[in-house]
């Protein structure tokens, strides 16, 4: 951790707005600064403001929501803001209390923010374990590690030699290293008992002289050679287990393929018969083939002229159908120039009456005339109808 700049304000005797920039060359050029001062003048009051930013508490004094005896007496609020910097990355933590018009306590207001201003955490409780993740070190830890209380300090110097050890530990928080010394000494002892122990054991051990041991070695070496005689033996067994039982299994195998044979036999017989059978078909199908061919072939032709005669019918089928409309056309005039023929007729034969009876009139004679023409015409038209249902008919024929 490297602090970079403090600001607080009304922070004990320091009554109103502070500001230290650690990247002054008067601090960056030198490694090592001090802090110095008379009784009073408000050196511990730095310390108090860096806590306050930090973790929102002193090692000194309490602050809580009731109680906040760091605000400088006669004013209404105090505050404290720390940038540091943790592994290259840098951060911003701020602390700070207010009182009301009726002198009371607000509630303590702290964040912690980014290199971005970006706030990522303004509530006690996220902020005391954020900053805890950020700097790796709880407010106790850092008490006893970085900001040395000055009392715990002083009471160092001036313990006896006896008590320094035990001083030193409360105040870097090493007692669990006593703690291990004492499990040590402990376990030392316990082992060292255990080992003398051994030892006792030991000492009742009959030592056993050169002939003694070579004697043990050769019934040792003898038992190796009988274990190694009967591990063969049992290997041998083992093979000749599986080996019968394999004897076994294949004899129920040819137990039941000896059942089954009859059956298979009988199987064998009536797929041979149907073989047979298929043989004869096949053979007779192959001389019906033989018979059919020519017909087949005939039929290949016959289809080829087919197909032939449907290319060459299509567009006769295409006339016939034009046709086909014309006939139904002619027809409707023929059938039109009927009924103008018989209404005609019927006209002429009245005219023709009405004439007889008014011969001496001239002109219903030269009408007469006009009437006989359009029957004339009239009758040419159904002799060409005539002529082209006959040829109609005839193509349809072909």
Request: hydrophobic share 35%.
């Amino acid at each position: 951790m490297k602090i970079l700049k403090l600001k607080f304000r009304n922070i004990n005797s320091l009554a109103g707005d502070w500001e230290i920039d650690f990247t002054q060359p008067e601090f960056t050029e030198n490694g090592l600064f001090a802090i110095t001062g008379k009784t009073g003048s408000g050196k511990s009051s730095i310390l108090d403001a860096i806590s306050l930013a930090l973790y929102g508490k002193t090692p000194r004094v309490d602050v809580t929501g009731s109680s906040n005896d760091v605000m400088t007496r006669g004013t209404s609020d105090c505050s404290s803001e720390i940038v540091f910097e943790v592994g290259g990355n840098i951060w911003k933590a701020s602390w700070k209390q207010e009182r009301t018009r009726t002198k009371n306590l607000k509630p303590v207001q702290r964040t912690i923010a980014n290199s971005e201003d970006t706030i990522i955490s303004d509530q006690n409780r996220t902020c005391d374990s954020k900053i805890v993740e950020i700097l790796g070190l709880t407010f106790e830890q850092f008490t006893k590690v970085i900001l040395l209380a000055q009392g715990s300090f002083a009471a160092f110097l001036q313990a006896e030699k006896s008590d320094k050890g035990e001083l030193l530990e409360q105040i870097t928080g090493t007692e669990i290293y006593g703690e291990i010394s004492k499990n040590v000494f402990e376990r030392n002892k316990k082992e060292n008992q255990k080992l003398e122990n051994i030892n006792i054991e030991l000492g009742a051990i009959k030592i056993l002289s050169k002939d003694e041991i070579q004697n043990l070695q050769n019934e040792i070496s003898e038992f190796e050679k009988e274990k190694n005689t009967i591990d063969k033996e049992l290997h041998i067994v083992e093979n000749s287990k599986k080996l019968l039982k394999d004897i076994s299994d294949l004899q129920k195998q040819i137990t039941e393929a000896k059942l089954k044979l009859p059956e298979l036999i009988k199987n064998e017989e009536e797929a041979k018969a149907k073989f047979e059978q298929a043989e004869k078909e096949v053979a007779a199908f192959k001389l019906e083939q033989e018979k059919l061919s020519p017909v087949f072939l005939k039929v290949r032709e016959l289809d080829t002229k087919i197909s032939e005669k449907d290319k060459a019918l299509s567009p006769i089928m295409q006339s016939i159908s034009v046709l086909e409309k014309s006939k139904i056309t002619l027809e409707q005039t023929l059938e039109s120039h009927k009924k103008s023929l018989i209404e005609k007729q019927n006209s002429l034969q009245q005219r023709q009456k009405w004439a007889i009876t008014n011969a001496t009139n001239e002109s219903l004679v030269e009408q007469f005339a006009v009437i006989e023409n359009q029957q004339t015409e009239t009758s040419n038209l159904l002799k060409d109808f005539n002529t082209k249902k006959i040829e109609f008919e005839n193509s349809k024929k072909d």
